[in-house]
């Protein structure tokens, strides 16, 4: 059945993250993110991002090519080494995008990650963080957020990425419907995305970490 979106419910997660010290602002739609993030990032800034289907769908990508920032973009590495470079400069970046796996109604943002250079420049570095969601990231508590990730999120990035994995051929975690179906259980494929979990609650640094909530369904 399929969800249908309840701005009330949207409201009152804006205020629970608002209460854990990160900001939280809402627009009705993708076109809207682009004009916002110009607001909150100055140009000449440095800027990256992790992985994040969210962003491509939202335009971000085009912003942060226009120029008008110093945007370290990995893709345009010649090698692995230069792509590790390339994430490690990442944690001197004035704002580092992206979006999350999932938000609690209690205001908890919760994700999970492989390489977790994403997770890492979440938690520390960047001058400020910029996640992008749309309203379908909202889940009621980590139990939610915990099967969210294995039953939906994963797979879908695993097939995005091409790994080879339990999630991505099955469509969802192998640990899904068992008596061992906690947060970490999963395959052991040397491919598995699910490595580092880290769930993001009440900030020391007040509105480092902003959420823009979008009122359309986005990402996985």
Not at 25 to 42: F, G, H, M, Q, S
Not at 179 to 207: E, L, P
């Amino acid at each position: 059945m399929m969800e249908t979106k309840d701005q009330r419910r949207i409201d009152m997660t804006m205020m629970k993250l608002r209460k854990n010290n990160m900001a939280a602002y809402y627009v009705e739609t993708a076109d809207e993110v682009v004009p916002l993030l110009k607001t909150l990032i100055k140009e000449g800034e440095t800027v990256t991002h992790g992985g994040s289907q969210t962003l491509k769908e939202c335009g971000v990508i085009e912003l942060l090519n226009s120029g008008a920032y110093n945007y370290l973009d990995r893709s345009k590495a010649q090698s692995p080494e230069e792509a590790g470079e390339i994430m490690r400069a990442a944690y001197t970046a004035d704002t580092y995008l992206g979006s999350s796996n999932a938000i609690t109604e209690g205001g908890l943002l919760y994700n999970v990650d492989g390489n977790s250079n994403r997770t890492s420049a979440y938690l520390y570095g960047p001058k400020q963080v910029i996640l992008i969601c749309g309203w379908n990231k909202i889940v009621r508590d980590l139990d939610e957020a915990t099967y969210r990730v294995k039953a939906q999120a994963s797979p879908q990035n695993t097939k995005r990425l091409g790994a080879d994995t339990y999630c991505s051929k099955a469509g969802e975690c192998l640990s899904v419907g068992t008596d061992a179906s906690y947060m970490c259980d999963g395959c052991r494929s040397v491919g598995r995305i699910c490595c580092n979990y880290v769930i993001s609650a009440y900030q020391r640094h007040k509105d480092r970490i902003k959420i823009i909530i979008v009122g359309e369904e986005l990402g996985y």
